[in-house]
């Protein structure tokens, strides 16, 4: 299944879902990589893997965020692509794409969801005492971080974690989690 992979950073979860379809049991292909913003590092990482990419920058579209919705929409439309990916990409989608693509299109948040939704989720675990933290692969819904969860996986908060060292072992299981469930998704269907 043609797959596109919408990123805005470092892409690791986008590597992640690279060397996943490079596997031949992967039921899924990258037909496109597209960012955001033209400096994400992740683009380099793609097209080191020989993988299409494409920058369709929201600066350039001013408030109408559905002007670059629309954009974002032909690209992945003209790759092929049947199933979007989102990793890392930093951008509140408006209803108008969040319905054009519900039900084939995924993303990865780094919480327990419904625990945390938003930014900022590994200082928010620590401050608020959790146990307990990890990450979740969700549908896209108009709600922010609010979709049908497909998985999750979990990891403990040690005492003496810091945002960072936390956020660093749970994006080890979100680079084994996203692949999973996408392949269980894709197989479901
Ligand atoms: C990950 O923690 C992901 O869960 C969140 O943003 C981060 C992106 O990291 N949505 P990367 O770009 O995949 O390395």
């Given amino acids: 299944l043609p797959i596109a992979v919408l990123i805005s950073g470092r892409g690791s979860n986008m590597k992640a879902l690279i060397e996943a379809c490079e596997k031949p049991d992967f039921?899924?292909?990258?037909?496109?990589?597209?960012?955001n913003r033209p400096d994400?590092?992740?683009?380099?990482?793609?097209?080191?893997?020989?993988?299409?990419?494409?920058?369709?920058?929201?600066?350039?579209f001013g408030k109408d965020r559905e002007a670059h919705e629309r954009k974002v929409h032909e690209a992945v439309k003209?790759?092929?692509?049947?199933?979007?990916c989102l990793a890392g990409y930093m951008r509140v989608l408006t209803p108008w794409l969040v319905e054009k693509w519900y039900g084939k299109m995924l993303n990865i948040h780094p919480s327990l969801l419904p625990a945390f939704p938003g930014l900022h989720t590994?200082?928010?675990a620590i401050k608020a005492g959790a146990h307990e933290h990890g990450c979740t692969v969700h549908l896209v819904?108009?709600?922010v971080d609010e979709g049908p969860i497909l998985g999750q996986a979990?990891?403990?908060?040690l005492a003496d974690d810091t945002p960072e060292s936390l956020a660093g072992r749970v994006l080890v299981?979100?680079?084994t989690l996203?692949?999973?469930?996408?392949?269980?998704?894709?197989e479901r269907k």
């Fill in 178 to 186: 996203y692949p999973k469930i996408l392949k269980e998704f894709i």
């Fill in 154 to 157: 979990r990891v403990p908060v």
């Fill in 40 to 60: 994400a590092i992740g683009l380099d990482v793609a097209r080191n893997a020989q993988l299409t990419t494409q920058v369709i920058d929201h600066k350039t």
């Fill in 122 to 124: 590994h200082e928010a």
């Fill in 141 to 143: 819904t108009s709600g």
């Fill in 173 to 175: 299981e979100e680079h």
């Fill in 27 to 35: 039921p899924a292909r990258i037909s496109l990589v597209l960012s």
């Fill in 78 to 84: 003209a790759s092929g692509a049947e199933l979007i």
